[in-house]
C-alpha cells in the first residue's frame, strides 16, 4: 500500500503575493470570483443604503440602479473599460435622484481599479480624469454645488485607488519581466548543456575513429602479410615471417586495448566528476605511430622539431592527425608506400605535413570509400585548437595532409 502524501497548503502571505503578481485576466475561476464579489458588493451597498444618511433612502428605481450598478461587475476582468462605462452609466442616474452617495462608491472603486491594473497608465488617469468630470458636471446640473464641493473632497479615494492601481500593474510587469528573464537563463542553460553533449558526442566519435580505424587497418596489413606468407609457397613456410607478423598483430591488439581502456576510463570519469579529463596523448606519442606504420610495412621517415611550451590541446591535436594520416597512407597509398612526417614550430605556429608517394588509390588523405570521416575528423581536429588544414593530391603524384595549428591562443586559453 503506497503512502499517501497530503498537499502542502501554501500560506496566506504565500497566497496573497502569488494574488498581486498574477494577472487578474489569467486568474482560474475567474467569472465565479466576481460574482459572488458582486454579490458581496451588492449586499454591501444595501447595507449602506438602508442604515446610513437616513434621509436619502433609496425609492424603487433607486434600488434597481443600485442593484443593477453591480451585476457588470460579473464580467470585469473580461472588459473592463465596457464595465466601468455599464456602471458609470447606472450610478449617475442613481445620484441624480439624490439617493444615498456612499453606497455605490465600492463598487465603483471595484470597477476603476480592475481598469487601472489592466489598461495603460495612460488610459487609466484619462478616465479617472473624464469620470471626475462627468460627475462633476451631473452634480452641478441636478444637485447643488455643496454635494459638488463633497464629491471633489471624496475624489482622493478615486485618486488613490488610480496610483495603487497602476503600481500594482507595474509591479506585476516587474515580476513577469524576471520570471521571463528566468526562463530565457534557463533555455541558455538547456541550450548549452544540449552544445555541449553534442560537442562531446562529436569529441568521443573522433577519438573512437582515430583509434578503431588506425588499429584495424594495421591488423588488416599484418594479416595479409601473413595471409601472403602461407599462399606464397605452402610447402616451404616461413615460420619467423609469419610469427612475427602474429607477434604484430598481437602488440597491436595490446596497444588498442589499453588506448580503448583509457578512453572508457576518461568517460567514465567525465560522467561522475563533470570536465574531468584523463592525460591527453602527445607529439611524444609521433614516433610510435612511425613505427607502427612501418611494421604495417609503411616506409615512413619523420622529421620532428618542437619546443617544450606546446599546449597540450595542441600536442593532441597534431597526434590525432599524423595518426589519421598515416593510417589512411598505409590502407590506400598501395604496398610499402613511401611517407614523410614533418613536425616542426615556425611564427608561433605547430606546422605539420604527412605526405606519401601516393602508389594506391588516395594515399593520406583516404577518402574513396567516399564515406569515411578522416578528413572531417581532421578538420575538426585542427579547428578545435583554431587551425586549418589542407588535404589532396600532390602535384607530382601521392597525396599531402598539411595542417597549422597556433600556440598563441592555445596558451592563452590555457592560461
Same mark, same amino acid.
Given at each position: 500500500m503506497h503512502p499517501t502524501t497530503t498537499p502542502v497548503r501554501p500560506r496566506l502571505g504565500e497566497r496573497v503575493t502569488a494574488t498581486l503578481t498574477r494577472d487578474p485576466r489569467t486568474a482560474p475561476h475567474a467569472t465565479r470570483n466576481d460574482a459572488v464579489l458582486a454579490a458581496v458588493l451588492a449586499g454591501l451597498a444595501a447595507v449602506l443604503a438602508a442604515f446610513t444618511d437616513t434621509l436619502r433612502h433609496p425609492d424603487a428605481l433607486g434600488w434597481t440602479l443600485l442593484l443593477a450598478a453591480h451585476v457588470p461587475l460579473v464580467w470585469r476582468r473580461r472588459r473592463p473599460l465596457p464595465v466601468l462605462a455599464a456602471v458609470v452609466v447606472l450610478v449617475i442616474p442613481y445620484h441624480a435622484l439624490d439617493n444615498n452617495h456612499g453606497a455605490p462608491v465600492p463598487a465603483s472603486l471595484v470597477a476603476l481599479y480592475t481598469v487601472t491594473v489592466t489598461q495603460r497608465p495612460a488610459r487609466s488617469i484619462l478616465v479617472g480624469a473624464a469620470g471626475l468630470a462627468v460627475s462633476l458636471t451631473v452634480m452641478l446640473t441636478f444637485g447643488d454645488h455643496k454635494q459638488a464641493s463633497d464629491l471633489v473632497r471624496t475624489y482622493g479615494w478615486v485618486l488613490a485607488v488610480l496610483f495603487i492601481g497602476i503600481d500594482v500593474r507595474y509591479y506585476r510587469q516587474y515580476v513577469a519581466s524576471l520570471v521571463e528573464r528566468a526562463e530565457r537563463a534557463e533555455r541558455t542553460r538547456e541550450e548549452e548543456a544540449r552544445r555541449r553533449v553534442a560537442e562531446e558526442r562529436l569529441r568521443i566519435a573522433r577519438d573512437l575513429h582515430d583509434l578503431l580505424a588506425?588499429?584495424?587497418t594495421l591488423i588488416g596489413v599484418q594479416t595479409s602479410v601473413a595471409a601472403h606468407v602461407l599462399a606464397a609457397d605452402p610447402e616451404r613456410l616461413d615460420r619467423e615471417t609469419i610469427a612475427k607478423a602474429l607477434n604484430d598483430i598481437a602488440d597491436t591488439c595490446r #596497444?588498442?586495448? &589499453?588506448?580503448?581502456?583509457?578512453?572508457?576510463?576518461?568517460?567514465?570519469?567525465? &560522467?561522475?566528476?563533470?570536465? /574531468?579529463?584523463?592525460?591527453?596523448?602527445?607529439?611524444?606519442?609521433? =614516433?610510435?605511430?612511425?613505427?607502427?606504420?612501418?611494421?604495417?610495412?609503411?616506409?615512413? !621517415?619523420?622529421?620532428?622539431? !618542437? &619546443?617544450?611550451? #606546446?599546449? =597540450?590541446?595542441?600536442?593532441?591535436?597534431?597526434?590525432?592527425? $599524423?595518426?589519421?594520416?598515416?593510417?589512411?597512407?598505409?590502407?590506400?597509398?598501395?604496398?610499402? =608506400? $613511401?611517407?614523410?612526417?614533418?613536425?616542426?614550430?615556425?611564427?608561433?605556429?605547430?606546422?605539420?605535413?604527412?605526405?606519401?608517394?601516393?602508389?594506391?588509390? /588516395?594515399?593520406?588523405?583516404?577518402?574513396?570509400?567516399?564515406?569515411?570521416?578522416?578528413?572531417?575528423?581532421?578538420?575538426?581536429?585542427?579547428?578545435?585548437?583554431?587551425?586549418?588544414?589542407?588535404?589532396?593530391?600532390?602535384?607530382?603524384?601521392?597525396?599531402?595532409?598539411?595542417?597549422?595549428? =597556433?600556440?598563441?591562443?592555445?596558451?592563452? &586559453?590555457?592560461?
Open positions: 588506425h588499429t584495424i #596497444t588498442a586495448r &589499453g588506448e580503448l581502456r583509457t578512453t572508457l576510463e576518461v568517460l567514465r570519469e567525465q &560522467g561522475a566528476a563533470g570536465e /574531468t579529463r584523463g592525460p591527453l596523448p602527445g607529439l611524444d606519442g609521433v =614516433p610510435d605511430l612511425v613505427e607502427a606504420a612501418r611494421l604495417a610495412g609503411a616506409r615512413v !621517415t619523420q622529421t620532428v622539431r !618542437t &619546443g617544450e611550451t #606546446t599546449p =597540450p590541446a595542441v600536442g593532441a591535436a597534431a597526434y590525432r592527425i $599524423v595518426q589519421e594520416a598515416l593510417t589512411n597512407a598505409v590502407r590506400h597509398a598501395g604496398a610499402e =608506400p $613511401v611517407v614523410r612526417v614533418e613536425v616542426y614550430e615556425e611564427q608561433g605556429a605547430l606546422r605539420l605535413a604527412v605526405t606519401d608517394d601516393g602508389a594506391g588509390d /588516395t594515399g593520406a588523405g583516404g577518402s574513396s570509400d567516399g564515406g569515411g570521416f578522416g578528413l572531417v575528423g581532421m578538420r575538426e581536429r585542427a579547428r578545435s585548437v583554431g587551425g586549418t588544414l589542407d588535404a589532396g593530391p600532390r602535384a607530382g603524384g601521392g597525396f599531402e595532409v598539411t595542417a597549422v595549428l =597556433p600556440l598563441r591562443g592555445a596558451l592563452e &586559453g590555457a592560461g
